[in-house]
């Protein structure tokens, strides 16, 4: 069964420190990771896709990395800013049969000033 | 360019009744799907639509269904609704499916509350 893990659940940092996020997934097999952003109450809005040639992935402040061995991927956000709480969703999707991506359960990062 | 758009942003129901949630896709996006995401639990899959069709659908029971219009916009239908439908159900819209790698891009959702 395809599975997407994230940890941790949540996550209270202070403005301007860095943080890492991470998903351990179970698809097979493997064809994309994305990283999608979510306010609350609002659709996610993709961050980074990387396919399974790809290690790291940069927009921004934001970095990913894939470990496709190991079926890791991280992401890291840095010098953090309020507006950055939200919650993080780790999306692997399968290259066999219909592409339906799975979707971990999200990280809820709070970030305080 | 429009986004994907979601209607009404917000619903109430009363149990037993029947929703139904409208989404307009991307210009140029033949793939529509649809999640529902209950308070504090990740996006669940509900179904996916292409090219008028319905490809596939994820572990909810017959009463919720939908449909894809000759224009690619799509409808979600909950019907006798219980009180654990209350939900944000997000529409998300791609363009080429059969290669995995295209972006879907989300909607702002639509929240139902069942009471």
């Known amino acids: 069964k395809n599975q997407v893990e994230q940890s941790p659940q949540s996550l209270i940092i202070l403005e301007g420190k860095n943080c890492t996020l991470q998903?351990?997934?179970?698809?097979?097999?493997?064809?994309?990771l994305r990283w999608y952003k979510q306010d609350t109450g609002r659709g996610p809005v993709s961050l980074t896709i990387m396919t399974f040639s790809e290690n790291t992935k940069s927009n921004g402040r934001y970095t990913a990395t894939l470990d496709a061995d190991t079926k890791q991927s991280s992401l890291h956000i840095t010098a953090s800013q309020l507006s950055d709480s939200a919650s993080y969703i780790c999306?692997?999707?399968?290259?066999?049969?219909?592409?339906?991506?799975?979707f971990g359960r999200g990280t809820s990062l709070i970030v305080h000033p | 360019e429009a986004g994907v758009t979601q209607s009404p942003t917000h619903l109430i129901k009363t149990r037993g009744q029947q929703a139904t949630l409208r989404c307009s896709p991307i210009?140029?996006?033949?793939?529509v799907y649809w999640y529902q995401q209950a308070l504090g639990l990740g996006l669940q899959f509900l179904l996916w639509?292409?090219?008028?069709?319905?490809?596939n659908r994820g572990n909810f029971p017959p009463r919720f269904s939908g449909r894809q219009f000759p224009n690619y916009s799509s409808e979600l239908n909950v019907n006798a609704l219980e009180l654990e439908d209350s939900a944000l159900y997000l529409c998300a819209s791609s363009s080429q499916h059969n290669t995995g790698n295209t972006e879907a891009f989300f909607g702002q959702g639509t929240r139902l509350t069942v009471v």
């Open positions: 210009s140029g996006h033949t793939s």
């Open positions: 998903c351990n997934y179970t698809v097979s097999p493997f064809s994309n």
């Open positions: 639509y292409d090219e008028g069709e319905e490809r």
């Open positions: 999306v692997v999707t399968s290259s066999g049969g219909s592409y339906i991506p799975t």
